[in-house]
């Protein structure tokens, strides 16, 4: 029975899903590189949790309740006594298979998971000695409020493995659907061709990108645009599923278009660099 989840990554994703665990009653450590990245991440835990109860979405006493339940670290250690650990650092392979083996020696009998969009699990289930430990469990952005979670599940994990993480999503109040260890899984397999047709496009000037983004919210009824969702995303992050789903599958289709690795060179990541297909 999971009990305490340590998190690793302060970002906006890591700082996410301290929210959901917390929220959820889970004793929640989440780890960061500094004491100050991690103050800064339980400060917008706790803007986020203040709002909730403006909006009397919640109460003071469970606002109070969660965020006593959160605390931070910055040595790996501190996660020695957790029963899951979720990773949401960056989308390179290597750094995750040299994560997940100190992980492996840190937790050894604690479920390990990884928060990727697309990189293979299996890998880093093997890196960490302990694969049978090991699974997918993919929270999407921003992570308090989109419902679905994807667990995926490489060759290498028992069904005990998966049967927990599930378990522990649904405690989180998201929708789980099982995946394959698979480039992409489901949803970004299924959207990141579409977002990258977009970019291509706006690159063979048949629209601008505001006449791209309202014709995809109107004609299909999407709540955000294409163009707009890229940047929500992050140009860097997009590039990087991309260029995985490329490797893959060696479809065509999946190879970024020009002028998204032109922008990433450029430094204009979207929103996180307040510059992308739109200024922020």
Request: net charge negative.
């Given at each position: 029975?999971t009990k305490?989840?340590?998190?690793?990554g302060?970002?906006?994703?890591?700082?996410g899903?301290?929210?959901?665990?917390?929220k959820a009653?889970?004793e929640?450590?989440?780890r960061?590189?500094s004491?100050?990245?991690?103050?800064a991440?339980?400060?917008?835990v706790?803007?986020?949790?203040?709002?909730?109860?403006?909006k009397e979405r919640?109460?003071q006493?469970?606002?109070?309740?969660a965020?006593a339940?959160?605390?931070?670290?910055?040595d790996l250690?501190?996660?020695?006594d957790c029963?899951?650990?979720?990773?949401?650092v960056v989308e390179?392979?290597d750094?995750?298979?040299d994560?997940?083996?100190?992980?492996?020696?840190i937790?050894?009998?604690a479920?390990?998971?990884?928060?990727t969009?697309?990189l293979?699990?299996?890998?880093?289930?093997?890196?960490s000695?302990h694969p049978?430990q090991?699974?997918?469990?993919?929270?999407?952005n921003?992570?308090?409020m989109?419902?679905?979670v994807?667990?995926?599940?490489p060759?290498?994990a028992?069904?005990e493995?998966v049967?927990l993480?599930?378990?522990?999503?649904?405690?989180?109040?998201?929708?789980?659907?099982?995946v394959t260890?698979?480039?992409?899984?489901?949803?970004n397999?299924?959207?990141f061709p579409?977002l990258?047709?977009?970019?291509?496009?706006?690159e063979?000037g048949?629209?601008?990108?505001?006449?791209i983004?309202?014709?995809?919210q109107?004609?299909c009824?999407?709540?955000?645009?294409?163009?707009a969702?890229l940047?929500?995303v992050?140009l860097?992050t997009?590039?990087?599923?991309?260029?995985?789903?490329?490797?893959?599958?060696?479809?065509p289709?999946?190879?970024?278009a020009?002028?998204l690795?032109?922008?990433?060179s450029?430094?204009?990541?979207?929103?996180?660099s307040?510059?992308?297909?739109?200024?922020?």
């Amino acid at each position: 029975m999971t009990k305490t989840v340590g998190i690793i990554g302060s970002g906006i994703m890591g700082s996410g899903l301290a929210e959901v665990v917390a929220k959820a009653g889970f004793e929640t450590v989440l780890r960061s590189r500094s004491a100050a990245s991690g103050e800064a991440s339980v400060a917008a835990v706790t803007k986020s949790f203040d709002r909730a109860v403006a909006k009397e979405r919640m109460t003071q006493a469970d606002r109070d309740d969660a965020l006593a339940r959160l605390t931070c670290c910055v040595d790996l250690d501190g996660l020695a006594d957790c029963d899951l650990i979720i990773e949401s650092v960056v989308e390179n392979l290597d750094v995750k298979r040299d994560l997940f083996a100190e992980l492996g020696r840190i937790a050894p009998d604690a479920i390990l998971a990884t928060n990727t969009s697309t990189l293979p699990v299996v890998e880093m289930a093997i890196a960490s000695g302990h694969p049978e430990q090991v699974c997918g469990i993919h929270f999407f952005n921003p992570a308090p409020m989109m419902s679905l979670v994807e667990i995926i599940r490489p060759r290498t994990a028992s069904e005990e493995t998966v049967r927990l993480a599930t378990e522990f999503a649904r405690a989180c109040g998201k929708q789980t659907v099982e995946v394959t260890d698979r480039a992409g899984f489901i949803v970004n397999a299924l959207l990141f061709p579409y977002l990258n047709n977009a970019v291509k496009l706006l690159e063979r000037g048949t629209a601008s990108a505001e006449d791209i983004d309202v014709a995809m919210q109107g004609g299909c009824n999407f709540p955000m645009g294409p163009l707009a969702l890229l940047d929500l995303v992050g140009l860097d992050t997009s590039v990087a599923i991309l260029d995985a789903l490329h490797a893959e599958f060696a479809d065509p289709n999946f190879a970024p278009a020009p002028r998204l690795r032109r922008m990433v060179s450029a430094g204009h990541l979207g929103r996180k660099s307040k510059r992308g297909f739109y200024d922020y």
